[in-house]
Every structure is written in C-alpha cells, then in structure tokens.
C-alpha cells in the first residue's frame, strides 16, 4: 500500500453552517483548489475552525479517497507565548485562555464574563488563601466559619429572622483598618 498523497496540508478558506451536524465539516485551500473536510478534535474537545491564511489544516484521506478528507486545525496566527511545558487551552482569536503553566499553576484569562453553572457544590480548597480583586455580588447564603479580614469598606444589609427577632433591611457598616469583623449589636425591628 502506498502513503504517496494521503496526507495533505492547506488553509482553511471557508467554514461550515455546522449547529447540529453530525460530522463538522469545513473548506480548505490546497495547492490553489478548493477541497472539503471533517474537522477532527480529541475526544471532549469541540471547536469550529475559523477562516483565514492563519489556519492551517493537515487532511488526512480515509482509504486513499480523495472524495473522503479528515482534517486538524490550528491556528497559529494567533497562538500564545509558551515556555517549554506549557499547555494553552482556548479561543486565540479572543484571547480568553487557560495556560497550565510549566511551574504547575493554573493562569485563566477572559477578555469577557466567566460563567460558571454548578448543579452540584462548589469546594474551594486552598492552603495559601484566596485573593478577590473587584467587586462581589452574592445572591443567595454566605456562611462564613471563621474570622473575615478587610481593606476597605464592608457594607452588610440583611433581612432576617433570628431567634423569633425580624431584622428586615438591616445594616451595618464596617471601614478598614479593621482587620477583623466585629459581631455587631442587633437591633430588633418588629418583623
């Protein structure tokens, strides 16, 4: 059996309408020809390939048919700086990234929102602690075991029942150099 011609190599000219396809297929240019393919990725990884002389596709033939091309695509145009070691995980073209850096931590970059949806719980273990830079905004219940530091200023306004006791829009205020929250005197509103 003869390999000649069974392995081409070309960019990615035009790509497919794919919502719903069963095999993602694109069109890549090689040697001046027009030619379709089915974009191959790993098992759990999905992509639509974008067009443009920045993506490159190696074909492969399925059964030496020329009718019959399987692709990979990457886009280096766009490809991020790397140290040896380092894996990237992403959209280059947007530059939202995940980087597994070659010293073992974990770089995550988006130029938009991060969304994250958990039908389960959510642990977050850390021995060196958690840094929030920003601004937070919970919905929901904060429970909080241990003591809580600050550099700024804290404002708490909760509606509650405690002990039979209605705290409704009830607020306190707590400004910096405070390294700790203290326990705040509650003051009965009738619920």
Known sequence: MRLINWIKQGFVSLVGSNAGA???????????????????????????????????????????????????????????PLVPGEVAVGNTQTGALIIFKADGSITLDTPDDLVATVAGKTTLNSTGGVDIIGNVSITGTLAVSEAVTMSKTLVVTLDATIGGIGFLGHTHLYVAPEHALPTPAATAVPA
């Open 22 to 80: 069963d095999y993602p297929t694109a069109t890549a240019t090689y040697k001046g020809k027009a030619t379709p393919f089915v974009e191959m990725t790993p098992y759990g990884l999905y992509h639509e390939l974008p067009a443009g002389n920045g993506t490159h596709v190696l074909m492969f033939l399925a059964e030496g048919q020329e009718s019959v091309k399987f692709g990979i695509g990457q886009r280096y145009a766009d490809r991020p």
